[in-house]
């Protein structure tokens, strides 16, 4: 279960979405699935829910989304 998905940043403010890898968190639901009886995780979906640098009011931040529209 490591490997060919990403799990997911969303900014709540502009709809930014960053996808990230951690094999740390991959890894922790696994164990977290054998330490409840052996369930085996076929997939899952992690869906974290913020702001983004911009949208928290860092002046210098960047929205990549923004970046997208003044093209
Ligand atoms: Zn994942
Ligand atoms: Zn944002």
Redesign the pocket.
Known sequence: MVGD?H?HLICMKCGLILEF?DDG??EL?DKIAQRLGGFTVLR?R?ELYGLCPKAGGDPNGACPRDQAKSK
């Open positions: 998905h799990d890898e968190i991959e639901q899952h992690h």
